[in-house]
């Protein structure tokens, strides 16, 4: 059951009430905190990648890696970095190039004969943070590829019940970020046992700003 649109817009303009101005536009938060859900057992193991209507405001930094015709592809159509595959095997053993890479890019997309050496190389260091390339073959719409992960969040569950993701930035309309919030809610809320009753509540908050509760 989607969350009353209603109920989303009067909490983003309480939000900008109490939001103080800063110099730089502030990202907004949505804070999901669970209810009845052990973090520890299977069914409570939530990370989802959500594609949001209206991007996060400022398009997330992706890395390809690729060779050949898809690399050149790759670049053309903007990605913030292309691997390729001369580069990704010098990365080997080179642990903090690969924690630099894994904070700055904010997903991977790699070609699919590449992920056994990208699993080789960046697999303990992409890994635990839920950032290990999308596989796709040498004949993809990189473009597009790339454009949709632009629009990417990941949604995870880290040891506590509480679900934390960007829902946008403070100079989208409030019709786009409560349009990204029901995008988010439709997806969490089908991958719990109970749906809404498996959340207890849920906020907005600027990345200053204090959280501001969304009534259920």
Do not use: W
Request: net charge positive; glycine share 8%; charged share 30%.
């Amino acid at each position: 059951m989607p969350l009353d649109t209603k109920n989303i817009l009067q909490s983003i303009k309480e939000l900008r009430e109490k939001s103080k101005k800063r110099n730089f536009v502030q990202s907004i938060e949505l804070i999901i905190n669970l209810q009845d859900i052990d973090p520890k057992k299977p069914e409570g193991k939530i990370q989802e990648t959500i594609e949001l209507p209206h991007g996060i405001g400022k398009g997330n930094k992706i890395c390809v890696i690729a060779s050949g015709e898809l690399a050149l592809k790759a670049k053309k159509a903007g990605a913030d970095l292309v691997i390729e595959r001369n580069e990704l095997e010098a990365l080997t053993g080179d642990k903090k190039k690969q924690k630099n890479l894994a904070k700055t890019y904010d997903f991977f997309i790699s070609e699919a004969p590449l992920m056994p050496l990208v699993g080789k190389v960046l697999g303990a260091t992409l890994g635990p943070k839920g950032k290990m390339p999308v596989p796709v073959p040498p004949t993809a719409n990189i473009a597009e590829q790339i454009e949709k992960n632009r629009r990417t969040i990941t949604v995870r569950l880290r040891g506590q019940p509480v679900l934390q993701c960007r829902v946008g930035t403070e100079n989208m309309s409030d019709e786009e970020i409560a349009e990204n919030v029901q995008a988010v809610i439709r997806i969490v809320e089908g991958k719990l046992k109970r749906g809404i009753k498996n959340i207890r509540s849920i906020d907005l908050k600027t990345a200053m700003g204090p959280p501001i509760k969304i009534s259920l």
